[in-house]
């Protein structure tokens, strides 16, 4: 695939509400988790918002670098995509390489990129709001990249197969590939 940068609009990606991988990293060690809850919270500059568990493997590397990114899977990832939100990397066991992602550098931050999401966002945190065992983790978008395929005039398309997973409960996921245009 070949991904584009763009400028603005990161939260038309993020729209949808797709389930997302998070990686972080300190340039040594790294992690990735599965996030159901993310979302955007501003269009320009742009902003994100997740809710991570402060006992994630992955958590100590966004509370040292200060940084993550969000990877936007398509559909036929879901194996990869549950897998990486039942092991965690406490157990020792590379993610990346048990569920077949490849680690891209990014541009402007440590964590890595993933390789087959077609969308990866580069986040900056810029508030923590402690909820106990967990945290919500507000942060700014700094770099975004997209598969041109997928991203046309400032949208998301659906024209060349793209697939987006959503998460329902548990083992349970559904697609969304088509898109309705509302009228008033
Ligand atoms: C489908 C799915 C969605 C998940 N969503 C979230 C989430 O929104 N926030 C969160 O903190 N953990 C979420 N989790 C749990 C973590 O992904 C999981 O505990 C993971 O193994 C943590 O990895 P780590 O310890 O290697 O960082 C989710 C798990 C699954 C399977």
Request: charged share 20%; net charge neutral.
């Amino acid at each position: 695939m070949s991904k584009m940068k763009i400028y603005s609009g990161a939260y038309v990606i993020l729209n949808p509400g797709s389930v997302v991988w998070v990686t972080a990293g300190d340039g040594m060690s790294d992690g990735v988790f599965t996030v159901t809850w993310n979302m955007p919270v501003r269009k320009e500059p742009a902003m994100v918002a997740i809710e991570c568990s402060q006992n994630h493997h992955t958590y100590q590397f966004i509370r040292k670098t200060g940084e993550f990114a969000i990877n936007v899977p398509e559909a036929k990832m879901v194996n990869a995509v549950l897998g990486c939100g039942r092991v965690s990397g406490k157990t020792g066991v590379d993610k990346f390489e048990k569920f077949g992602l490849t680690r891209d550098k990014a541009e402007k931050i440590k964590a890595p990129l993933i390789r087959e999401a077609f969308a990866n966002l580069e986040c900056r945190v810029s508030q923590v709001i402690d909820m106990g065992s967990s945290a919500l983790l507000l942060a700014q978008v700094v770099s975004t990249q997209v598969d041109e395929a997928h991203f046309v005039d400032g949208k998301l398309s659906f024209d060349n197969g793209l697939e987006l997973l959503h998460h329902l409960t548990g083992d349970q996921f559904c697609i969304s590939s088509k898109v309705l245009v509302g009228k008033v």
